[in-house]
């Protein structure tokens, strides 16, 4: 009885859009108590767009733009398909870039027309001893309050300027997380992004505990560390940044508008990257077991 309960519970929820890879998860997602997100892409849609173009002294926007836009041509980051998309809207020109270079959960870097230019996380600019200016610091900080992902950018040493980047919260979280709440799950956010920004996001989502700045392995370890303290853990995100967390945990939970990488590296795939999945699956998980009990 009990491989033939499994699988009308993984049919069922593949008809939900769960779609469930191991019989193994089904069993897992009932005993679950800690749940752990990623912001961008699983929060948020996962198509920012370039709200602000904010140069330094002595740049243009357009060239602060189109140098960073010619770098991040060759990223498959959503902040670079932002920030491409960003240059096409304006209608600039984008020269090609080589010599590209890419730090997960730091930034990417490129030759462009000769200079070398650097595009990401402050940090990033920051471990290639570029100077930051404090006045781009202090606008950065504030938008970064309004929910904003704010990108460095540099050529040949020197700052260029600040790009702010509008992320939506999907319409679909907030109730996710309330029912999340609801169900007594403990819900941590962790993000690679900025902690003002991280800070903002989880105040409007009422997610009292989050990490922010955080390396794709931080949020693996993350995982670890709550499962060595006895927790059961779900951890849901998106990116190949997610990938190594999602294997970590309990349950891995990809968006299925995510990267193949984390597809691959979950036992649950989430069609359409709608959240409430989640709180399917552990309804699912519940009214299988009973059937096998
Ligand atoms: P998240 O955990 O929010 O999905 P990542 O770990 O992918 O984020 O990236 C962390 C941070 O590194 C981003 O918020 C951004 O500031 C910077 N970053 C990474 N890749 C790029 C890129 N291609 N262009 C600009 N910034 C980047
Ligand atoms: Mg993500």
Same mark, same amino acid.
């Given at each position: 009885a009990?491989?033939?309960s499994?699988?009308?519970?993984?049919?069922?929820?593949?008809?939900?859009?769960?779609?469930?890879?191991?019989?193994?998860?089904?069993?897992?997602?009932?005993?679950?108590?800690?749940?752990?997100?990623?912001?961008?892409?699983?929060?948020?849609?996962?198509?920012?767009?370039?709200t602000?173009?904010?140069?330094?002294?002595?740049?243009?926007?357009?060239?602060l733009?189109?140098?960073?836009?010619?770098?991040?041509?060759?990223?498959?980051?959503?902040?670079?398909?932002?920030?491409?998309?960003?240059?096409?809207?304006?209608?600039?020109?984008?020269?090609?870039?080589?010599?590209?270079?890419?730090?997960?959960?730091?930034?990417?870097?490129?030759?462009?027309?000769?200079?070398?230019?650097?595009?990401?996380k402050?940090?990033?600019?920051?471990?290639?001893?570029?100077?930051?200016?404090?006045?781009?610091?202090?606008?950065?900080?504030?938008?970064?309050?309004?929910?904003?992902?704010?990108?460095?950018?540099?050529?040949?040493?020197?700052?260029?300027?600040?790009?702010?980047?509008?992320?939506?919260?999907k319409?679909?979280?907030?109730?996710?997380?309330?029912?999340?709440?609801e169900?007594?799950?403990?819900?941590?956010?962790?993000?690679g992004?900025?902690?003002?920004t991280?800070?903002?996001? #989880?105040?409007?989502?009422?997610?009292?505990?989050?990490? #922010?700045?955080?390396?794709?392995?931080?949020?693996h370890?993350?995982?670890?560390?709550?499962?060595?303290?006895?927790?059961?853990?779900?951890?849901?995100?998106?990116?190949i940044?997610?990938?190594?967390?999602?294997?970590? #945990?309990?349950?891995?939970?990809?968006?299925?508008?995510?990267?193949?990488?984390?597809?691959?590296?979950?036992?649950?795939?989430?069609?359409?990257?709608?959240?409430?999945?989640?709180?399917?699956?552990?309804?699912l998980?519940?009214?299988?077991m009973?059937?096998?009990?």
């Amino acid at each position: 009885a009990t491989p033939m309960s499994i699988m009308v519970g993984v049919g069922r929820g593949a008809r939900e859009g769960v779609l469930i890879k191991d019989a193994q998860v089904l069993e897992t997602m009932e005993k679950v108590d800690t749940i752990i997100v990623d912001k961008t892409g699983t929060l948020t849609e996962g198509r920012p767009r370039v709200t602000e173009v904010i140069p330094a002294e002595g740049t243009s926007e357009a060239e602060l733009l189109s140098l960073a836009a010619a770098v991040e041509q060759s990223s498959e980051h959503p902040l670079a398909r932002a920030v491409v998309e960003g240059a096409k809207d304006r209608e600039l020109d984008v020269p090609v870039a080589d010599g590209f270079n890419s730090t997960t959960g730091g930034g990417v870097e490129g030759t462009v027309e000769g200079r070398r230019v650097l595009v990401g996380k402050r940090g990033f600019l920051v471990s290639n001893d570029i100077k930051l200016s404090s006045d781009l610091d202090e606008r950065s900080q504030s938008l970064q309050e309004q929910g904003r992902t704010v990108v460095f950018v540099a050529a040949e040493g020197r700052q260029l300027g600040l790009l702010a980047i509008s992320d939506p919260i999907k319409q679909s979280t907030p109730h996710a997380i309330r029912r999340l709440h609801e169900l007594g799950l403990e819900l941590v956010m962790l993000t690679g992004d900025a902690e003002a920004t991280a800070r903002a996001v #989880a105040n409007e989502l009422g997610i009292d505990e989050y990490s #922010a700045g955080v390396s794709p392995e931080d949020k693996h370890d993350y995982v670890r560390k709550l499962r060595e303290q006895g927790k059961v853990v779900a951890m849901a995100g998106d990116g190949i940044n997610d990938a190594p967390a999602l294997a970590a #945990a309990d349950v891995g939970v990809a968006m299925g508008t995510g990267s193949d990488v984390a597809i691959e590296s979950a036992g649950v795939t989430l069609v359409g990257g709608d959240l409430r999945g989640v709180i399917k699956a552990a309804a699912l998980s519940r009214a299988t077991m009973q059937n096998i009990r």
